[in-house]
Each structure stands twice: as C-alpha cells, then as structure tokens.
C-alpha cells in the first residue's frame, strides 16, 4: 500500500494561478487523477491520465507529474474553483486505489 | 452519456450489514471495472474496492474482512455489502466507473449517506 500527501488548503486571488501538489512514491509508476468536489455533490474528474481533461472541464486545468509528486494547475482561477481537490493512483503494489489527503481551494 | 444510479438502506444499527446497489445506465458494462468508495463526513475519500464484469475483485486491505462486491451482467449493476458496521462506517457512499488503462474514477454516481446509530 502507499499513502498520498497533499497540502490541507491553499489560496489563490481570483484570476491568479494556483497549484495544488500530491505526493507519494507510487506517482513513480503511475499518473495521478484529480478530482474537484464542491460541498454536498459527487466528486468530479477534471485530470486523467498525463494530462488529459474530461468533457466539459475548461482548459485552465492541468496535470503535470514529476518523479514522487503529481500536480493540479489552475491557470486564472475563478470563484467557481473554489472546492476540495483530491488526487488519486494507483498504490505501489498496482493492485489497490488510494486517495490523496484533500485539498482546500479558496478563491480570494 | 453513461449516469450510475445508486440506492440502499440509509439507516443501520451496529453490527447490521450495509447493502447497497448501483445501476448502470447506457456505455459499456464489460469494458469496464466498478468501484465503490466512501466519505465520512468531513473527511476525504477512501477506496473500497472493485470489480470487473467477470467478477473479479480487489479491495481496500483495511476493509477486506467484511466487504463484498458483487455484480450482475444481466441488469448491469454491482452492489456493496459491508458487514458488522460501526459507527466508523458512517458515510456517503459513492459508486463509480473505473478506467483500467489509468484507474481513474468517472462518473460517480449520487452517493448515498449511510448512517450507523443504535
């Protein structure tokens, strides 16, 4: 098994841009997903993949990865960004999901 | 468009089993792993386990005791039985399609907020 860190919460002013980081040594083998969940619905995929985006997820979301750590990119925040973020992969023995932390996005 | 719908018993006592079903709704069945996961309230999101259409699982190791993930082609659903619950089981339980070429989740289905109180 195999945990994902990420930062509890972070802020970013309307229109600036923010990342949002996921650590963990199984991001060596595998890409991250990133998920946006807003209070009280589903959560919702907006990365997959290297870098890839849903239907419907505008293209101020990235993915990016580098060794150990995974990386959400939000380029000109809006206050519609505002929720929790949570990053996901496979874990080191390729057989079990894991969930990052969370990850708390308020838009100043 | 695919759309998973979910449903099952809101409500438990201690030591009863949580059982809940998810319904597939247009795309492929076969072509795809089903995964369940929860969210205890205020807190992030745990993996449970999955299933592929032949019926082949794998779960959470912290869970594998008392979970069951079944699925029945015939109707396109899989369901979830979690046995001997406790109050730490109090959550919303989302079901999901899972993508095997990169494991991600997508879509989830409405969860559901199961409750367990004596």
């Known amino acids: 098994s195999s945990e994902l860190t990420q930062d509890p919460a972070v802020s970013v002013a309307l229109g600036q841009t923010v990342r949002i980081t996921c650590q963990g040594d199984?991001?060596?083998?595998?890409?991250a997903s990133w998920y946006q969940q807003k209070p009280g619905q589903a959560p919702v995929l907006v990365i997959y993949?290297?870098?890839n985006r849903p239907s419907g997820i505008p293209d101020r979301f990235s993915g990016s990865s580098s060794g150990d750590t995974a990386s959400l990119t939000i380029t000109g925040a809006q206050a519609e960004d505002e929720a929790d973020y949570y990053c996901n992969s496979r874990d080191t023995s390729g057989r079990h999901n894991v969930f990052g932390t969370g990850t708390k996005v308020t838009v100043l | 468009q695919v759309q998973l719908q979910q449903w099952g018993a809101g409500l438990l006592k201690p030591s009863e089993t949580l059982s809940l079903t998810c319904a597939v709704n247009?795309?492929?069945?076969?072509?795809?792993?089903w995964g369940w996961i929860r969210q205890p309230p205020g807190k992030g999101l745990e993996w449970i386990g999955e299933?592929?259409?032949?019926?082949?699982?794998t779960y959470n190791p912290s869970l594998e005791s008392r979970v069951t993930i079944s699925v029945d082609t015939s109707k396109n659903q899989f369901s979830l039985k979690l046995s001997s619950v406790t109050g730490a089981d109090t959550a919303v339980y989302y079901c999901a399609r899972v993508d095997w070429g990169g494991w991600w989740f997508d879509p989830w289905g409405q969860g559901t907020l199961v409750t367990v109180s004596s």
């Open positions: 299933i592929n259409h032949g019926g082949s699982t």
């Open positions: 247009g795309g492929s069945f076969s072509d795809y792993f």
């Open positions: 993949g290297k870098d």
């Open positions: 199984s991001l060596r083998s595998y890409f």
